[in-house]
Every structure is written in structure tokens, then in C-alpha cells.
């Protein structure tokens, strides 16, 4: 399975809502978890990676970095 290429500032939307009713996340932190903030309550949650990237639908944004490389 090849690795989703993420970058720090991706905003995602997942599959299913966060309890507070939002389904948009800021990746704020990359590795072998990602760390990611709730665009709706502003909550902070450590995912392993592949469990990540199941759960996105689709990127709703790209920092300008993303987009050049």
C-alpha cells in the first residue's frame, strides 16, 4: 500500500463527524502517527498513520508548499 503524501498545514475531511459535528482536520504533525486538530472545537488527537488514512474522504485545502512539489 504507497504511503498518502501529507504535509503539516492539510486541512481533510474524514469519513465520520467528530462528536462536536465538524468533519474537517488540520494535520499539524507527521511520522509514524499524525497528530491533528478538529477544525470545528479545536480538540487534538494522535492517530497512527494508516488508521489516518482510511478515515480521509478528501483535502479540502493544501499548504502552497504541497502544491509546488
Not at 463527524?17 to 502517527?33: F, I, M, N, Q
Request: hydrophobic fraction near 35%; glycine fraction near 10%.
Amino acid at each position: 500500500m504507497p504511503v498518502l503524501k501529507l504535509y503539516v498545514g492539510d486541512v481533510v475531511q474524514t469519513r465520520k463527524t467528530h462528536p462536536c459535528g465538524s468533519d474537517r482536520w488540520k494535520v499539524e504533525r507527521l511520522g509514524a502517527d499524525v497528530g491533528i486538530r478538529c477544525q470545528g472545537c479545536g480538540r487534538y488527537v494522535l492517530m497512527d498513520r494508516v488508521k489516518f488514512e482510511r478515515r480521509i474522504r478528501r483535502f479540502v485545502s493544501r499548504p502552497p508548499e504541497a502544491a509546488s512539489g
